[in-house]
Every structure is written in C-alpha cells, then in structure tokens.
C-alpha cells in the first residue's frame, strides 16, 4: 500500500519560515491535500491540490509538490500555527485514501 | 454555513454493533460524497469509508471491510456508519467528512470536518 512519511515534529522560532515534508513514492504525480488538526478540535483542510489555499486560509500558507517529496510552508509562524499537520493522498491504483503520520508544529 | 453534526458514539463492548450518524446541513447533500475518518486518541488520522453522491459506490479501509457498512439518506441529508463485530482497535474518534466532489474515486479534498464522535470499545 501507498505510504507517506512526516517527520514526528518540526520546531521553529516565531517569525521564522516552517517547512513540513511529506516523502512518497512519486508523490509529485498526486494531488496532495494538507490538514491542520490544533489541539481538542477537528482538522482543517489549509492546502488543497498540492498549492491552493481555500477561502480563510491565510497567504503565509502555501504548498509545493514534487518528485518524491510534497511541502507545506509556512512563512512568518505566529504561535497560532501551533498544531498537528497530516498530508493526503488518494492513490489511483490501489483505491487507497491515505494520510501521513503527522507532524507536529512547535514554535519555540 | 456548513454543519456536520456527528452522533451516536459511546462504550460497547468487543464485538458488538454501534450505528454512527451524521447530521448534515448548509448545503446541497446530495451534490457531495461523504466520508468517514476516525482518530484513535493520540494517534494519527485513517480514513474509514467513503461514498458517492448518489449511495451507488462505497469504499472501505481494509482495516474494516466486511465490518463496517456505510449509506446515507439523501431525503434526510444524513449519513451513517454501521459498525459490527467490533474490535479494541477500533476505539476513535470518528468524523463525518464532506468531499469537495460528488465521487469517491477521486483525488478531492476533505472539508469542512464535523466535531467527532467517540467511540469506545472495552469489555
């Protein structure tokens, strides 16, 4: 089955740019969807098809996929963004909707 | 606005039944698949099931094939989860998730995502 890799977590200082990984096999020929999940609540789809951002979501979000390797990014980190980011996938040839394990954002 | 309301959660024991429910309102039920997707606390998320706009295709998790049954009322702009012979692991939360399309064989994305119901599964 299709499998995708987050690192456990990932720590930066308020202000400073977060860049959060999601390793797949040829994952740059998928749509990559991002979830934002902060503590006690429901997750929130903050990147959609690899780099669009839905209504609400702020410009210091943005996505980028390719090869083997799709990324959340997120410039200017106010403590807010503190919080637990899955990335997704559907993969065509299994039939399979799979998420990653997870990243969780510290800022320090 | 959008609402996903989900109910139905609480302690069974293993191997036992529990139905899910979904409570949708905000827009155009029957224009949108819908999906299940639990949480097991602590852990990471791992979609459950899907289905079409329609109820005339469905997918399952291997993890619960043949357990878990999902369909959906378009009259009544709900969805359901039917959950048999229920194991230890599948103790979650479970979230009714709305898709941004009217298929399940599809890359849309998921949003927005009800509140969750808990499932608990313990003798």
């Known amino acids: 089955s299709y499998v995708l890799a987050q690192p456990p977590s990932v720590s930066v200082a308020p202000g400073e740019t977060a860049s959060l990984p999601c390793g797949g096999n040829?994952?740059?020929?998928?749509?990559v969807h991002w979830y934002q999940q902060k503590p006690g609540q429901a997750p929130v789809l903050v990147i959609s098809?690899?780099?669009d951002r839905p209504s609400g979501i702020p410009e210091r979000f943005s996505g980028s996929n390719s090869g083997n390797t799709a990324t959340l990014t997120i410039s200017s980190v106010e403590a807010g963004d503190e919080a637990d980011y899955y990335c997704?996938?559907?993969?065509?040839?299994?039939?399979?909707?799979?998420f990653g394990g997870g990243t969780k954002l510290t800022v320090l | 606005e959008v609402q996903l309301v989900e109910s139905g959660g609480g302690l069974v024991e293993p191997g036992r039944s529990l139905r899910l429910s979904c409570a949708a309102s905000g827009f155009t039920f029957d224009d949108y698949a819908m999906h299940w997707v639990r949480q097991a606390p602590g852990k990471g998320l791992e979609w459950v099931s899907g289905i079409s706009w329609d109820g005339g295709s469905k997918a399952y998790a291997d993890s619960v094939k043949g357990r878990f049954t999902i369909s959906r009322d378009n009259t009544k702009n709900s969805l359901d989860l039917q959950m048999d012979s229920l194991r230890t692991e599948d103790m979650a939360f479970y979230y009714c998730?709305?898709?941004?399309?009217?298929?399940?064989?599809?890359?849309?994305?998921?949003?927005?995502w009800g509140q969750g119901t808990l499932v608990t599964v313990s003798a």
């Open positions: 998730v709305k898709s941004g399309g009217p298929g399940i064989a599809s890359d849309n994305w998921w949003a927005p």
């Open positions: 997704q996938v559907w993969d065509r040839s299994t039939d399979h909707r799979v």
């Open positions: 040829n994952i740059g020929s998928k749509s």
């Open positions: 098809y690899d780099s």
